[in-house]
């Protein structure tokens, strides 16, 4: 079992309507984790709220790309880029954080993906490496001890934010059954060996709440 402190924090990634059944970007069973997610909620003092929010034209689209279709690549200035359907476009009901998702207490939500030239996988900084969103320095200000990473998807935003948390320094443990991969071409294999090498630890959800 994991005992969970006070100081520790609940990360919860892109629990959005085009990330579940029926969204354009659906990714299979994310609806399952919901309910899972609000009762982990309850164990924590601190939640913190990641919202993927892009403009219309944003350049992580394959309609802004003639001729690519989605989920094909392209070469970025900051590297190669997954094209996507048109998703969580600001203001549309897509880009929405669901409302089953019942976490009054959480206390941060964190937008990414707005600059339309950059994408934001991560929760900590863009995919440019270079733009930070700012999350690392609230936690840092907060005190905050270790980070559990929940939501979508498991091997995209989950896998990006576990990274990019380890790699500044935070204890950062991903709570797979809590999540929910796309799985395309091989990024669920690779998220998790990615994530194993950076010293992400990887739990079911069973270890915290019994
Ligand atoms: C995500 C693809 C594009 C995610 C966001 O939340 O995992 N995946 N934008
Ligand atoms: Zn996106």
Same mark, same amino acid.
């Given at each position: 079992?994991?005992?969970?402190?006070?100081?520790?924090?609940?990360?919860?990634?892109?629990?959005?309507?085009d990330f579940?059944?029926?969204g354009s970007l659906?990714?299979?069973?994310?609806?399952?984790?919901?309910?899972?997610?609000?009762?982990?909620?309850?164990?924590?003092?601190?939640?913190?709220?990641?919202?993927d929010?892009h403009?219309?034209?944003?350049?992580?689209?394959?309609?802004?790309?003639?001729?690519?279709?989605?989920?094909?690549?392209?070469?970025?200035?900051?590297?190669?880029?997954?094209?996507w359907p048109d998703h969580c476009v600001?203001?549309?009901?897509g880009?929405?954080?669901?409302?089953?998702?019942?976490?009054?207490?959480?206390?941060?939500?964190?937008?990414?993906? #707005?600059?339309? +030239?950059?994408?934001?996988?991560? /929760?900590?900084?863009?995919?440019?490496?270079? !733009?930070?969103?700012?999350? $690392?320095?609230?936690?840092?200000?907060?005190?905050?001890?270790?980070?559990?990473?929940?939501?979508?998807?498991?091997? #995209?935003?989950? +896998?990006?934010?576990?990274?990019? /948390?380890?790699?500044?320094?935070?204890?950062? !443990?991903?709570?797979?059954? $809590?999540?929910?991969?796309?799985?395309?071409?091989?990024?669920?294999?690779?998220?998790?060996?990615?994530?194993?090498?950076?010293?992400?630890?990887?739990?079911?959800?069973?270890?915290?709440?019994?």
């Open positions: 079992m994991i005992e969970i402190r006070p100081d520790d924090v609940l990360l919860v990634v892109d629990v959005q309507y579940l059944p029926g659906a990714v299979a069973g994310g609806d399952e984790i919901v309910p899972l997610i609000n009762k982990l909620a309850t164990r924590f003092r601190n939640v913190v709220l990641t919202q929010w403009p219309a034209d944003h350049i992580s689209f394959a309609s802004q790309h003639p001729g690519k279709a989605p989920f094909e690549s392209v070469a970025l200035d900051y590297g190669p880029q997954v094209l600001w203001d549309s009901h880009a929405e954080i669901s409302r089953d998702l019942r976490i009054p207490h959480a206390q941060l939500v964190i937008r990414k993906g #707005f600059n339309r +030239a950059i994408d934001s996988y991560s /929760g900590f900084q863009e995919a440019d490496r270079e !733009t930070l969103t700012g999350l $690392a320095g609230y936690l840092n200000e907060r005190d905050v001890g270790r980070l559990f990473v929940t939501g979508l998807a498991t091997d #995209f935003c989950v +896998a990006w934010t576990a990274l990019d /948390g380890a790699a500044g320094g935070f204890d950062v !443990t991903v709570i797979e059954d $809590a999540t929910r991969p796309i799985d395309a071409d091989g990024s669920l294999e690779q998220a998790w060996a990615d994530m194993e090498e950076a010293g992400v630890e990887r739990v079911m959800s069973r270890e915290i709440l019994g």
